[in-house]
Each structure stands twice: as C-alpha cells, then as structure tokens.
C-alpha cells in the first residue's frame, strides 16, 4: 500500500475541484472584457444610443459575476466546508 488514506485522497480531491471551479473565473473575465469592449465600440458607432447600452452592459456584468461568485462559493466549500472529511 502507499500509505494515502481516504481522508487524504477526499483532500486532494477536494482541492483539485476547487481549482477547476476556480477556472470559471478565467471565463467571467473573458466574458466582462467583451461585453465592455463592444459597448464601447457601440458606443462609437452611435454615441446617442450610450445611456441605453451602459445601462444593457451594467445588467449584464452582473449577471456574468453572478456565475464567478457562485463558483467561488462552491471552491471555498470544498476547501473549508468539506462534509466528507
């Protein structure tokens, strides 16, 4: 046997979830960096139309943050509110 005990291998899981989960962070960055590089450009295109499109961009940030918030819930849980350890 290798000496790993079920308690370390649920650890180590739990810590490989988490950093998966931490990679949804990659894409809300992604995602928050389009929407405002298109408002912007939008917003070149066709200046009277900014007050619309900010407010368009605004709810859309925060539905996008919502998904990271959420991941980030579920990587502090594995990692300090683990049931199975």
């Known amino acids: ?3 790993i ?9 739990s ?3 988490a950093g ?3 990679l949804a962070m990659a894409g809300v960055g ?6 405002a590089s298109k408002t912007v450009e ?13 407010k368009l961009m605004l709810i859309g940030i925060a539905l996008t943050e919502t998904a990271g918030i959420f991941a980030l819930i579920v990587a ?3 990692l300090f509110a683990n049931p199975l350890m």
């Not at 005990?5 to 899981?13: F, S, V, W, Y």
């Not at 992604?30 to 929407?35: A, F, H, Q, V």
């Not at 939008?42 to 900010?54: F, N, V």
């Open 15 to 17: 810590a490989l979830g």
């Open 76 to 78: 502090i849980m594995l």
């Open 30 to 35: 992604i995602g928050i960096g389009l929407s």
């Open 20 to 22: 998966i989960a931490m």
């Open 42 to 54: 939008s917003t070149a295109r066709q200046p009277e139309a900014q007050g619309t499109l900010l």
């Open 1 to 3: 046997m290798t000496g």
């Open 5 to 13: 005990t079920g308690t370390d291998l649920i650890a180590a899981m």
